[in-house]
């Protein structure tokens, strides 16, 4: 028989993520495909507040300890560990977050498991939990069969609708007293970025630039283009690790989440850290010499050709329609 399945529940200022109500919606699908409880456990300080909006969930198995404030990976992995060993779970959900990104690396190590890195779905097969996972930078997808628990499954985010996952009613709360050893990392504090000239949070259009812009001299043409759309350019992020945009035009996991009414991806691959921060826009649409880039999965159109002969067209077309 099965254990149950695990989704850990990050929070972020007294809320769950949005990742986390993607984590319980797929959860929710496991359990009731394995005929077990779907748990979600919640690590934190002063946490009693959240578990009016995980509904989703069949039980809360929560841990308090000032310890845990502040989601040190660490620490974290040290008290699934403990609980896992104890209560034996058949998967462990995780969403990849900034938040959990420590936490991906050491839980299974602490656990002594398997994990799944890059899931972007999973479902019950024959009693069995199999696992789609994203492999080579997102250029292939692989069929996995997870082996009996317990086991990791790191889950991109978009893998299932908040929505889905977002379901009122609280559900039981089992807290768990622990003694939570704050080991040796020592939390500092938070940095904001420096706001920018532009917020790209608020733009109905964005021109998002990658590596296939070719160089600084042509983020010109794709200013032009945004202009003449009434937009504004974002970038992916070895555009603005090069310094062609400012940080504040970071556009994925470790830069902004935008959901525009127009993306306009030019020569952006399509890595899972970018479009975790671009997949809500309305209407994606992407211009990539490759034609396998994984940004077409996304995209709702798509050119297979090169960005210089496209956009200079466009920008033609748009000043013959009088929109300079």
């Given at each position: 028989?099965?254990?149950?399945?695990?989704?850990?529940?990050?929070?972020?200022?007294?809320s769950?993520?949005?990742?986390?109500f993607?984590?319980?919606?797929?959860?929710?699908?496991?359990?009731?495909g394995?005929?077990?409880?779907?748990?979600?456990?919640?690590?934190?300080?002063?946490?009693?507040?959240?578990a009016?909006?995980?509904?989703?969930?069949d039980?809360?198995?929560?841990?308090?300890?000032?310890?845990?404030?502040?989601?040190?990976?660490?620490?974290?992995?040290?008290?699934?560990?403990?609980?896992a060993?104890?209560?034996?779970p058949?998967?462990?959900?995780?969403?990849?977050?900034n938040?959990?990104?420590?936490?991906?690396?050491?839980l299974?190590?602490?656990?002594?498991?398997?994990?799944?890195?890059?899931?972007?779905?999973?479902?019950?097969?024959?009693?069995?939990?199999?696992?789609?996972?994203?492999?080579?930078?997102?250029?292939m997808?692989?069929?996995?069969?997870?082996?009996?628990?317990?086991?990791?499954?790191?889950?991109?985010?978009?893998?299932?609708?908040?929505?889905?996952?977002?379901?009122?009613?609280?559900?039981?709360?089992?807290?768990?007293?622990?003694?939570?050893?704050?080991?040796?990392?020592?939390?500092?504090?938070?940095?904001e970025?420096?706001?920018?000239?532009?917020?790209?949070?608020?733009?109905?259009?964005?021109?998002?630039?990658?590596?296939?812009?070719?160089?600084?001299?042509?983020?010109?043409?794709?200013?032009?283009?945004?202009?003449?759309?009434?937009?504004?350019v974002?970038?992916?992020?070895?555009?603005?690790?090069?310094?062609?945009?400012?940080?504040?035009?970071?556009v994925?996991?470790?830069?902004?989440?935008?959901?525009?009414?127009?993306?306009?991806?030019?020569?952006?691959?399509g890595?899972?850290?970018?479009?975790?921060?671009?997949?809500?826009?309305?209407?994606?649409?992407?211009?990539?010499?490759?034609?396998?880039?994984p940004?077409?999965?996304?995209?709702?159109?798509?050119?297979?050709?090169?960005?210089?002969d496209?956009?200079p067209?466009?920008?033609?077309?748009?000043?013959?329609?009088g929109?300079?």
């Amino acid at each position: 028989m099965p254990g149950n399945i695990w989704v850990v529940a990050e929070h972020w200022q007294g809320s769950p993520t949005d990742a986390a109500f993607e984590a319980l919606a797929l959860g929710r699908e496991l359990a009731d495909g394995l005929g077990v409880a779907l748990e979600a456990v919640v690590l934190g300080s002063d946490t009693g507040g959240l578990a009016a909006a995980l509904g989703a969930a069949d039980r809360i198995v929560a841990v308090d300890h000032p310890a845990l404030s502040d989601p040190i990976g660490d620490v974290a992995a040290r008290t699934i560990a403990a609980l896992a060993a104890e209560r034996r779970p058949e998967v462990v959900l995780v969403p990849i977050t900034n938040l959990g990104w420590d936490l991906i690396g050491l839980l299974p190590a602490r656990i002594g498991c398997p994990m799944v890195n890059f899931v972007q779905d999973a479902s019950v097969v024959d009693g069995r939990i199999e696992a789609a996972s994203l492999v080579y930078g997102g250029k292939m997808s692989t069929r996995v069969a997870v082996p009996a628990g317990p086991a990791v499954l790191a889950v991109l985010p978009g893998t299932r609708p908040a929505e889905a996952g977002r379901i009122t009613g609280p559900p039981p709360v089992d807290r768990v007293a622990m003694d939570v050893d704050p080991g040796l990392i020592e939390f500092c504090g938070y940095r904001e970025p420096e706001a920018g000239d532009v917020d790209i949070t608020r733009q109905d259009v964005l021109v998002a630039i990658g590596r296939g812009i070719g160089g600084q001299g042509n983020v010109e043409l794709a200013e032009e283009l945004a202009e003449l759309l009434g937009g504004a350019v974002c970038g992916s992020r070895p555009v603005i690790d090069q310094g062609w945009l400012p940080m504040s035009r970071q556009v994925g996991k470790s830069g902004h989440q935008v959901k525009p009414k127009l993306y306009l991806a030019l020569g952006v691959s399509g890595a899972p850290e970018h479009v975790e921060g671009m997949r809500d826009a309305e209407l994606i649409i992407a211009v990539n010499s490759d034609p396998d880039a994984p940004i077409f999965r996304v995209a709702h159109y798509g050119v297979g050709a090169d960005l210089l002969d496209v956009v200079p067209e466009l920008i033609d077309r748009l000043e013959a329609a009088g929109k300079r």
